[in-house]
């Protein structure tokens, strides 16, 4: 199925894309810190589509000539294992980039597919690429992004190793949060954004382990509803067990 696809005119008026969407995309760890002018000129070849649950944008393995970064929606990094089984390794949202490592001409580690339905910001790599050239500040910008992004990777696969699994889900129904709302403490209430079997597997753990967890998480005031909503009884106690060390 052909994506639906609203053609570029120019990023702070053009169809789709508004000034809040500018906001998120200067957001984005690639571009982060970069002037709004050098910005626009820099995605000047860019699109905006529309993608529909299930749709690979690339796969593992493959050189491709386009990277995204995510508008709204959520998309499923993976990587291929034997016998065609995935793993995943994270499920991104706005205003997350994906698939720059064809800015590099390297093959992608990992496979991308749409969660739900995404609204992306398609940008040819080359295109892009050429117009970087010359822009040494521009470089050493974006370096130092992708190195903060790095950084914060390493940071969550830590976590996978030294947390429990009760202290994984209680951290990953934390950041489901309004930060507003979660400095005033107290009850609170969210909902799981899709799948449980996805978080499950975003989290390093079985389906069966996170129906688990979510029981050891009721011993501390959290409540699992039947419309995949959570009820979390005391956010401060949630936090304070999401960051201890030694549980069972």
Same mark, same amino acid.
């Given at each position: ?24 995309? &200067?957001?984005?760890? /690639? ?5 709004? !002018? *050098?910005?626009?000129?820099?995605? &000047?070849? !860019? ?32 990587? %291929?294992? %034997? ?5 995943? $390794? ?24 749409? /969660?739900?339905? #995404?609204?992306?910001?398609? $940008?040819? %790599?080359? &295109?892009?690429?050429?117009?970087? @050239? ?5 470089? /050493? ?15 969550? $696969? #830590? ?6 699994? #009760? ?27 899709? *799948?449980? &079997?996805?978080?499950? @597997? ?40 999401? $960051?201890?060390?030694? /549980? *069972?």
């Amino acid at each position: 199925m052909r994506p639906e696809r609203v053609e570029w005119m120019n990023l702070s008026s053009g169809p789709g894309l508004g000034r809040e969407a500018l906001l998120d995309l &200067r957001l984005a760890p /690639l571009f982060s810190g970069l002037p709004e !002018a *050098d910005l626009l000129d820099l995605l &000047r070849d !860019a699109t905006i589509e529309l993608r529909s649950d299930g749709e690979e944008l690339f796969r593992q393995g493959e050189t491709g000539r386009h990277f995204y970064v995510i508008l709204d929606g959520h998309v499923v990094l993976f990587i %291929a294992g %034997a016998e065609g089984r995935r793993s995943v $390794i994270e499920v991104v949202q706005k205003p997350s980039i994906i698939g720059e490592s064809v800015l590099f001409g390297e093959v992608t580690q990992m496979g991308a597919r749409v /969660l739900g339905r #995404a609204r992306l910001l398609v $940008i040819p %790599a080359e &295109r892009f690429r050429q117009r970087l @050239e010359g822009r040494f500040d521009l470089m /050493l910008l974006m370096l130092g992004s992708m190195s903060f992004r790095l950084r914060v990777l390493v940071r969550q $696969i #830590a976590e996978l190793k030294l947390k429990t699994t #009760a202290q994984r889900l209680g951290g990953f129904l934390l950041s489901l949060v309004d930060e507003k709302v979660a400095a005033k403490g107290g009850k609170v209430q969210v909902r799981f954004p899709y *799948d449980k &079997r996805i978080v499950a @597997e975003k989290l390093g753990m079985k389906p069966e382990s996170l129906s688990r967890a979510l029981g050891r998480l009721a011993s501390i005031g959290v409540r699992s509803l039947p419309d995949n909503s959570v009820v979390i009884g005391d956010i401060e106690r949630l936090s304070r067990f999401s $960051i201890e060390e030694g /549980l *069972d």
